[in-house]
């Protein structure tokens, strides 16, 4: 499994230096993704980080909670689980909130996802929970600064008569 | 004074009466979505800034028994406006309304009012709604920041911004001013106060938007006497264009592209529904989406980021074409320009939230425009009330 790394989140998580750096790469790669999607069982290489991940996971946790899911159990991982921890390592790595959506399959078009019925979470419904159709205001906290205050003359030097004779 | 010190305000006695209004100066950025009024003095200070929603909605039956959302005066803003001379106007937009806005119109069922692209904002009786329910807003809030109400009338001296489409033509000028000027009172029922204001026809100037954003530029940071200049302003709900030539604001292009955020939307929403096999996503979902590059459907987060740069593609691509067009009638060539400003929060969208997964519209022109000549510069006017600041400095560099 190789050298093993510790990153800290809410407490300390041990993956694999593998892992990392296949966490590490993506980041990189996508410094400014908010969002990276991750297609349990599309990919064998991704299949073999997460399960490689999952499973140091939940030694980690089978260790201080006998009713955690065991190592075994990381071949069906908890989908919310998952989606929290990867959130917690890429905010580690990143330094940053990120996104992440893991779902189980491919996902082609919502008639397929509805069709396997599969159990789906999202990180980004975190901040996604407005319905309101409309526009408001912002509220009065977040009103603007007016401009500050000018120089007339300065001005009128500026935007003069000559400025907007051709108008 | 400062109107936006709330606090100051809300303890205001509203009972309070004096004598001591003079005249005031306000710029109003009439936008599609949004109207940004600036209350100012003679002097070159900006008293006070509000952004507030453009939509609103005419009641027909009262909403007493609507609790008000929270504590915030944008919370309470139920209004009932007469216009004391509308039966002396030819083309009265109204001669009493009873309006709501803000929060307190979402948590109403009721149903919203919005300005359209279909019209000139001239034609439309919202703008003149709108325009005079903001004026009596910021009145009210300038006479709390100032701790009473106004005794008497109070003249107001107005500055808006419209579409070039409706600046081009002196008949179209004098006809909105014609429709607006007028004694009006207002009352606040959730805010237990009244006022009273006038605007006289004399006392209105109305500027193209994309004029408004060179004035502003030219009054922030002024531009090269020797090079010339191009400026790109999109709306909610169309985008107009405008030239600065060897330290001269030239005319505008007359035609007004109906084109703006809203039919970014509007295109995105049929891609996404086209793609996905599903119904068109709301407005709201879309918005959203611009900012991720991610669409919430159903329980899934979908990557729609080929459906953005469609549309921005599709809306640069009008931009594009109108722009040149606008160039032609100035005798302008593209290699002239030394630089374009885009204006308007359409243009960098995608941006606000560090996303990267679709560069922003106008990169997209950008793109476009390099095809043309390679050494203008592009660059996005960050401020999203560089209009109404343009409106400002222009009354400033008049007023005697």
Not at chain 1, 112 to 128: K, L, P, R, W
């Amino acid at each position: 499994m190789g050298e093993e790394k510790k990153i800290s989140i809410s407490g300390t998580i041990t993956i694999s230096a593998s892992v990392f750096e296949s966490i590490s790469a993506a980041v990189e790669l996508m410094p400014s993704v908010l969002g990276i999607y991750i297609p349990l069982g599309e990919s064998d290489a991704i299949d073999a980080w997460l399960s490689e991940m999952f499973t140091d996971y939940f030694r980690m946790k089978a260790e201080f909670d006998p009713t955690a899911k065991s190592k075994a159990a990381a071949s069906n991982v908890d989908l919310n689980e998952t989606n929290q921890l990867l959130r917690d390592i890429l905010r580690a790595i990143n330094k940053r909130p990120v996104g992440v959506v893991a779902t189980q399959g491919m996902m082609t078009s919502p008639a397929v996802t509805q069709s396997a019925g599969e159990a789906t979470t999202s990180v980004f419904a975190d901040n996604d929970t407005s319905t309101d159709e409309s526009y408001v205001s912002p509220p009065q906290d977040e009103q603007p600064a007016p401009p500050p205050p000018v120089d007339i003359n300065k001005l009128r030097n500026r935007v003069g008569a000559s400025f907007l004779k051709g108008k | 004074m400062e109107l936006n010190n709330f606090t100051a305000i809300k303890g205001c006695d509203f009972a309070r009466r004096n004598t001591q209004h003079s005249p005031m100066f306000l710029a109003m950025d009439l936008g599609s979505t949004e109207t940004r009024s600036l209350v100012f003095n003679s002097a070159g200070e900006s008293q006070g800034l509000i952004h507030l929603d453009s939509n609103y909605a005419i009641l027909s039956r009262g909403i007493d028994h609507i609790g008000n959302p929270d504590d915030e005066l944008s919370s309470k803003l139920e209004a009932v406006i007469i216009d004391r001379t509308a039966g002396n106007k030819t083309e009265a937009p109204f001669s009493k309304v009873h309006v709501v806005k803000g929060k307190l119109r979402n948590v109403a069922d009721v149903h919203v009012v919005n300005t359209t692209a279909n019209a000139s904002k001239i034609d439309q009786d919202p703008t003149y709604i709108n325009c005079v329910f903001n004026t009596a807003y910021m009145l009210l809030l300038r006479s709390a920041a100032m701790g009473a109400l106004p005794e008497a009338t109070v003249p107001v001296d107005i500055t808006v911004s419209m579409p070039p489409e409706d600046t081009i033509s002196q008949n179209r000028i004098d006809r909105f001013k014609s429709r607006l000027a007028g004694q009006y009172q207002v009352t606040f029922p959730r805010l237990d106060s009244t006022i009273q204001f006038e605007i006289k026809a004399e006392d209105i100037t109305v500027i193209s938007e994309p004029n408004a954003v060179a004035i502003y530029q030219q009054g922030t940071d002024p531009l090269d006497q020797e090079s010339a200049f191009g400026f790109i302003d999109i709306g909610g709900r169309s985008a107009g264009y405008s030239f600065v030539r060897g330290g001269v604001l030239l005319e505008d292009n007359c035609v007004t592209e109906p084109v703006g955020g809203n039919t970014m939307q509007n295109i995105i929403a049929t891609l996404v529904a086209d793609k996905l096999n599903i119904h068109r996503p709301t407005n709201d979902v879309v918005n959203r989406a611009l900012k991720t590059g991610n669409i919430k459907i159903g329980s899934r987060m979908i990557d729609i980021s080929s459906c953005i740069n469609a549309a921005k593609q599709e809306i640069a691509s009008t931009l594009f074409n109108g722009f040149t067009t606008a160039m032609d009638s100035n005798n302008l060539q593209a290699q002239q320009l030394s630089k374009i400003f885009c204006s308007g929060r359409s243009f960098g969208v995608s941006q606000d939230e560090g996303g990267i997964k679709s560069p922003s519209l106008m990169n997209a022109l950008e793109g476009m425009f390099r095809l043309r000549s390679p050494y203008t510069d592009f660059q996005l006017i960050d401020s999203q009330d560089a209009i109404v600041t343009g409106l400002m400095y222009a009354r400033l560099c008049a007023v005697e």
